[in-house]
Antibody
Framework: EVQLLESGGGLVQPGGSLRLSCESS????????MSWVRQAPGKGLEWVSA????????YYGDSVKGRFTISRDNFKNTLYLQMNSLRPEDTAVYYC????????????????????WGQGTLVTVSS | QSVLTQPPSASGTPGQRVTISCSGS????????VYWYHQLPGTAPKLLIY???LRPSGVPDRLSGSKSGTSASLAISGLRSEDEADYYC???????????FGGGTKLTVL
């Protein structure tokens, strides 16, 4: 069974930094691209970032470009999101998610479908 | 303001068929596959439809997706109380080089 467990969320002041982690199990982690999606309280879904299975290719949403960095450690089966220069509007539940793949090539970071998702970790940016 | 436009709400009675629309442009829906998710209260989203009209294993066939031009829709037939959830469409946007979501549609089963 695929399991994704996010951690690292919490309360941080504006301008501060936080690193989220997503420990994965139940699948060959290095073979799958992964992504982060967030959801502000009471709001809809917003795509944050995606990374290829090898870690060599990444994409970012415009609202986080230049401030957030996605990375992965395929030996530890863990996905990361380094968040710098945090703003109040970054307050959200952050989900990590595995690429949904119906073919043999699941490595590319350019993808849309994700399943399953982790349970999410709440990041609150406030003074 | 979301790149993809969905109605904020939809409703139906048990057994009815409801559709949820998703409108985009030539840089997103017009040239890329559409995906649909639903999110039950207090839970993580779940993939319902991929590549416009395909269902992952475990998703019932009373859910179906379609796409025409720069719009897409999700149809749910034989509506049940457990279908009450928020529904989101998503696709790749070539201009933004990223994934875009619709604002979400809250489905109420009356």
């Amino acid at each position: 069974e695929v399991q994704l467990l996010e951690s690292g969320g919490g309360l941080v002041q504006p301008g501060g930094s936080l690193r989220l982690s997503c420990e994965s199990s139940g699948f060959t982690f290095s073979s799958y691209a992964m992504s982060w999606v967030r959801q502000a309280p009471g709001k809809g879904l917003e795509w944050v970032s995606a990374i290829s299975g090898s870690g060599g290719s990444t994409y970012y949403g415009d609202s986080v470009k230049g401030r957030f960095t996605i990375s992965r450690d395929n030996f530890k089966n863990t996905l990361y999101l380094q968040m710098n220069s945090l703003r109040p509007e970054d307050t959200a539940v952050y989900y990590c998610a595995k690429r949904h793949c119906s073919s043999s090539t699941c490595n590319s970071a350019k993808f849309v479908g994700v399943d399953p998702w982790g349970q999410g970790t709440l990041v609150t940016v406030s003074s | 303001q979301s790149v993809l436009t969905q109605p904020p709400s939809a409703s139906g009675t048990p057994g009815q068929r409801v559709t949820i629309s998703c409108s985009g442009s030539s840089s997103n829906i017009g040239t890329n596959y559409v995906y649909w998710y639903h999110q039950l209260p207090g839970t993580a989203p779940k993939l319902l439809i991929y590549r416009n009209n395909l269902r992952p294993s475990g998703v019932p066939d009373r859910l179906s997706g379609s796409k025409s031009g720069t719009s897409a829709s999700l149809a749910i037939s034989g509506l049940r109380s457990e279908d009450e959830a928020d529904y989101y469409c998503a696709t790749w946007d070539d201009s933004l080089s990223g994934v875009v979501f619709g604002g979400g549609t809250k489905l109420t089963v009356l």
